[in-house]
């Protein structure tokens, strides 16, 4: 079963507008957390922004944020004023313990591929 | 503040060729994983270590798969008999405790 589900496969935003990218996921455990990383063409994956599941406030860094709705699980990414620096693959991630091992692996969508329009 | 390192960034190799790739960590980091990502997916874990001690393989890893970690530095991963499937880019992450993983910039492997 899918446990991250990113639908959009592709976004198109207009320079110094705002873009949400969406999340969904699928846990039955109350302790998780959510990660956004950018992955560039590059191919290095860069962490933006995480989420854990009792924060009591949305995270916020810098031009992105999480619009985390824990009821309908969702945790959406919110880039404010496009760059076209961000134009990349966005991939939103959740943390899984590593049963036994007193450590957790990520498992993550297929990610959505974000261009910005200049 | 040296980031997470990888070494080759691009590998071509041909099938039935043994390849191997290293990772090196951020320097305080104790915890050291690898995953793996094909073309249009997001990356999948492969297997973790905490300091030199193996303790998690996906059922990804299969036995032409092996990876190390003998001083609780580097780590090196090792494709033996490479397939054409094996194609991918193999990430390498490294993260302090229960803290965020961060992330090398990847070896772009191809088996022709």
């Known amino acids: 079963a899918q446990k991250i589900t990113q639908t959009q496969p592709g976004m198109f935003v207009q320079e110094k507008e705002a873009v949400t990218l969406d999340c969904t996921y699928d846990?039955?455990?109350?302790?998780?957390?959510l990660f956004w990383y950018k992955q560039p063409s590059s191919g290095e994956m860069i962490f933006l922004i995480y989420?854990?599941?009792?924060?009591?406030q949305n995270a916020t860094e810098g031009r992105y944020s999480l619009n985390f709705q824990k009821a309908r699980k969702s945790a959406n990414l919110v880039i404010s004023a496009s760059q076209l620096g961000d134009s990349a693959m966005y991939f939103c991630?959740?943390?899984?313990?590593?049963?036994?091992?007193?450590?957790?692996?990520?498992?993550f969508g297929k990610g959505t591929k974000l261009s910005v329009i200049p | 503040d040296t980031g997470v390192s990888q070494d080759p960034r691009h590998k071509i190799t041909k099938r039935g060729q043994n390849v191997t790739f290293r990772c090196d960590p951020i320097?305080?980091?104790?915890?050291l994983y690898w995953y793996r990502q094909t073309l249009g997916q997001g990356p999948e874990f492969l297997t973790y270590?905490?300091?030199?001690?193996?303790?998690?393989k996906s059922r990804l890893l299969s036995d032409r798969f092996s990876a190390e970690r003998p001083k609780g530095s580097f780590s090196t991963l090792e494709i033996q008999r490479t397939e054409q499937g094996d194609s991918a880019m193999y990430l390498c992450?490294?993260?302090?405790?229960?803290?965020?993983?961060?992330f090398g910039p990847g070896t772009r492997l191809l088996v022709l």
């Open positions: 846990t039955s455990d109350p302790s998780y957390g």
């Open positions: 989420q854990g599941s009792y924060d009591q």
């Open positions: 991630a959740m943390r899984e313990p590593i049963h036994g091992a007193g450590s957790y692996q990520l498992t």
């Open positions: 992450a490294s993260t302090r405790g229960e803290e965020t993983q961060y």
């Open positions: 270590f905490q300091n030199e001690a193996q303790l998690e």
């Open positions: 320097s305080e980091h104790n915890r």
